[in-house]
Structure formats: structure tokens, C-alpha cells
């Protein structure tokens, strides 16, 4: 029911999300600023946040309705694979949405980084580490990484029943296709005030698929 990976990553994931609640703000910005994933002009930007980011989480829901399907999707995944090709799924599912991420992102940034490399100097080092710059707003969550799991598992199992909702049947096929219409809907739309990352869970979906469509491709299964 809930093999050894799923499981400890849901208990680190839960642990540093504890971690984040408990410590007090001032804490809690000084894990975001070094973990977190930031833009790649930002000067919180380090390397390792193309992992790290993975394990932190913005609030309660976030973290449940992540770890409810990292179990429901990860663990058929898992036993199926096993521990290690699992985890190195997940692992590349999660670096290869934040590198989806951060291209869209630095597109997004280009015509504020023109403006401020526009102003003083003085200006700018005020600027550099103020949480008020957008190119130092975080982005945190496994979403990515689990977007890549509902893609591998709708890919292998297409015709296996999820219940939306837990009482509205759909085949996984149709949900996973539905998942990301929405999602690439979302984000070519990118309205005000929308603080999910849609690009990074579709970077996780599509890199998961070419995945899993690279180690499937000796055995070949009829998606219909």
C-alpha cells in the first residue's frame, strides 16, 4: 500500500513542511530564500533549488491534496517500476519541471530585468534582495514532480478507473488529457493574482511522458 520511497518522501516532505510552520517567519524566508526555486536573475538563485524546491510547500492543502496524489499515483508506480527507477523518475520529473519553470520565467522577466537595469545603482542594490522584486518571488511544491507521476500512470494504465471527486468514474487516459488541457489553458492565460506554476507541472507531465515512453519502448501497449 505504501512502498518504501512514497514513503519517505511523504515523511520528509511533511517533516520540512513542519519545519517551515514551527520556526517562525523569520526562519521560514530563510529556508524559501536558500531552497526554493527562484528565477534565474534572482539573487536568491542557487543550483540545488532545481531539487530542494521539490520538498517545501506553501500551506496545509497544498501539501495534503500533493501528498494524497504523490501516494494514489506514486505508489502503483513504484511497486510497478520498483524503488530506484522510481525514484529516479520522480527525481528527473522534478528537475525537468523546474527547467520549464525557470525558460518560461526568464521570457516573463526579460522586459522587467531591461527596466531595472534602466535605474540607479543605488536604486538597484535596494532592489536586489527585496522581497517586493518579482524575480525573488519563490515557486515550491512537488506539483511538478507528481504531474509527472499522473502522466506515467495515465501512459501504463490508461484504461484503469480514477474517481474524481471519489464518486465520478473516468478512465486515466481521459483524465491526464484533461489535467493538462486545463493546465496549458491556465497558462497561456496567466491571469493576475494566479500564483500556480502551470508550466512547471506541464514540464513535469511531458517530461515524464518522453521518459517513460523511452524505457517503454520495447513493449509497446495499445492506448486505446
Known amino acids: 500500500m505504501i512502498p518504501p520511497v512514497i514513503k519517505n518522501l511523504i515523511i520528509l516532505n511533511v517533516l520540512v513542511f513542519l519545519a517551515q510552520q514551527t520556526l517562525g517567519r523569520g526562519v521560514e524566508n530563510s529556508i524559501l530564500n536558500?531552497?526554493?526555486l527562484h528565477?534565474?536573475?534572482?539573487a536568491?538563485?542557487?543550483?540545488?533549488?532545481?531539487?530542494?524546491?521539490?520538498?517545501?510547500?506553501?500551506?496545509?492543502?497544498?501539501?495534503?491534496f500533493n501528498m494524497f496524489a504523490l501516494w494514489?499515483?506514486?505508489?502503483?508506480?513504484?511497486?510497478?517500476?520498483?524503488?530506484?527507477?522510481f525514484l529516479i523518475y520522480y527525481v528527473i520529473c522534478g528537475i525537468g519541471a523546474a527547467v520549464c519553470h525557470l525558460i518560461v520565467l526568464y521570457i516573463?522577466?526579460?522586459?522587467?530585468?531591461?527596466?531595472?537595469?534602466?535605474?540607479?545603482l543605488q536604486e538597484q542594490q535596494e532592489l536586489l534582495y527585496s522581497a517586493e522584486f518579482r524575480v525573488n518571488e519563490a515557486t515550491l511544491g512537488a506539483s511538478g514532480a507528481i504531474f509527472g507521476c499522473?502522466?506515467?500512470?495515465?501512459?501504463?494504465?490508461?484504461?484503469?478507473?480514477?474517481?474524481?471527486?471519489f464518486?465520478?468514474?473516468i478512465k486515466a487516459k481521459w483524465a491526464v488529457l484533461g489535467y493538462a488541457a486545463i493546465e496549458l489553458y491556465s497558462g497561456i492565460r496567466s491571469s493576475a493574482g494566479d500564483n500556480v506554476a502551470h508550466w512547471a507541472h506541464l514540464g513535469g507531465a511531458l517530461v515524464g511522458i518522453i521518459v517513460v515512453m523511452i524505457w517503454n519502448r520495447n513493449n509497446r501497449r495499445n492506448f486505446y
Open 44 to 64: 536568491f538563485f542557487r543550483p540545488h533549488q532545481l531539487i530542494t524546491y521539490m520538498f517545501l510547500h506553501g500551506g496545509w492543502d497544498h501539501i495534503f
Open 72 to 85: 494514489m499515483f506514486g505508489a502503483v508506480l513504484e511497486n510497478y517500476w520498483g524503488s530506484k527507477r
Open 34 to 36: 536558500l531552497f526554493a
Open 167 to 169: 464518486f465520478v468514474p
Open 39 to 42: 528565477d534565474v536573475h534572482s
Open 108 to 120: 516573463e522577466m526579460a522586459p522587467l530585468m531591461d527596466q531595472f537595469h534602466q535605474i540607479p
Open 150 to 165: 499522473l502522466a506515467a500512470f495515465g501512459y501504463l494504465f490508461p484504461n484503469s478507473l480514477i474517481y474524481l471527486y
